[in-house]
Structures are given as C-alpha cells and as structure tokens.
C-alpha cells in the first residue's frame, strides 16, 4: 500500500470507482462482488449486489445497486465514464455464499446461487470474460482491489491470498 492510497469502502448494494493508488474495499456473503478493473488505465470498480432481481419489481428505481439487473448496467457506464470501455476490462466475481443454512426458506437458500447466475448471464452476454471466481460455499468474504497493478486480497475463512490474474 503506497502512502498516498485511499481506501474506499464499498457498502452494501453500492457501486464504487478506484484508479491508480486507490484500494477498493467490501465485505461479501450471499451478496455478490463484481471487479472490473482496466489494467491499461488503472481503472477498478466493485459492485456490491444484494440480489439478482427486485423481487416486488417496486424497490429497484429506487435502490438500483441493489439488484443485479440494474447494477451491471451501471457498473458498465461507470467504467465507461472514466473512460474505460468494453474490451479493456476483464471481471472477477466474489461471494454468493450460503449463508442462510438451518433457516427453512427457499428464497434465502438461493439468494448466493441466484446472484451468482445473474452476473455469469451478463457478464456473457456483454462479452466481458469472468477470469477469477471464488464463489459459493459457506464462508463470508473480504475482498480489496488495489487499482495500482489489479491485484486483489481475498480474506476467507482465517486465509489470505492475493491474486493477481488482471487478464
């Protein structure tokens, strides 16, 4: 980390940009976490989802990180904003754990897998190559990009690793 990095958190059902000494941050279980990051220009970006779709079709003009649906669309123009288009950015999917276990509902025991889905849908219908995935299981997870080089720390389960597939 250089002394001249900031730390931007990523919260729940938020969408974040970093570039050159900045460090992504967000903590993930069911929900899901979407890297994007351009090494060329050394633009990232993480999206924080919390479920692949509005269930009640009323809550997602009002809290459009949220869903899945109508994050990844934003994602892509946020990206695009800084100038980085399709074509310059690999994704990296993180999360969509089981989190829910000993609750008997249906809808709670498929929130990870279901997100999972939504973001693998997208993500191939854009054409932008998922490179990394660490999702499913049972473990929460805390993931940091760090927009210098594209390398991320992934904390699971008592480990660290770091990872450093960018393309």
């Not at 351009?38 to 269930?55: F, R, T």
């Not at 994050?71 to 892509?76: E, F, G, H, T, Y």
């Not at 054409?127 to 473990?139: C, F, H, L, R, W």
Request: glycine share 10%.
């Amino acid at each position: 980390m250089s002394i001249k990095s900031k730390i931007i958190n990523v919260g729940i059902a938020d969408i974040k940009v970093g570039k050159d000494t900045d460090i992504l941050r967000t903590t993930l279980g069911s929900c899901i976490g979407i890297v994007l990051y351009d090494p060329d220009q050394k633009i990232g970006a993480i999206s924080h989802i919390m479920l692949a779709k509005d269930p009640t079709g009323k809550d997602m003009s009002k809290f459009p990180h949220k869903y899945g649906e109508t994050a990844l669309p934003i994602l892509i123009d946020m990206m695009k904003k800084e100038g980085s288009n399709i074509g310059q950015y690999s994704c990296r999917i993180f999360g969509g754990a089981s989190m829910f276990k000993g609750i008997n509902s249906q809808f709670l025991q498929n929130i990870g897998e279901q997100n999972i889905l939504v973001v693998r849908k997208f993500m191939e219908e854009k054409k932008i190559p998922i490179i990394v995935e660490d999702v499913s299981g049972n473990e929460g997870r805390t993931i940091s990009l760090y927009c210098e080089d594209g390398r991320l720390l992934l904390k699971k389960a008592g480990m660290e690793k770091y990872l450093y597939k960018v393309r």
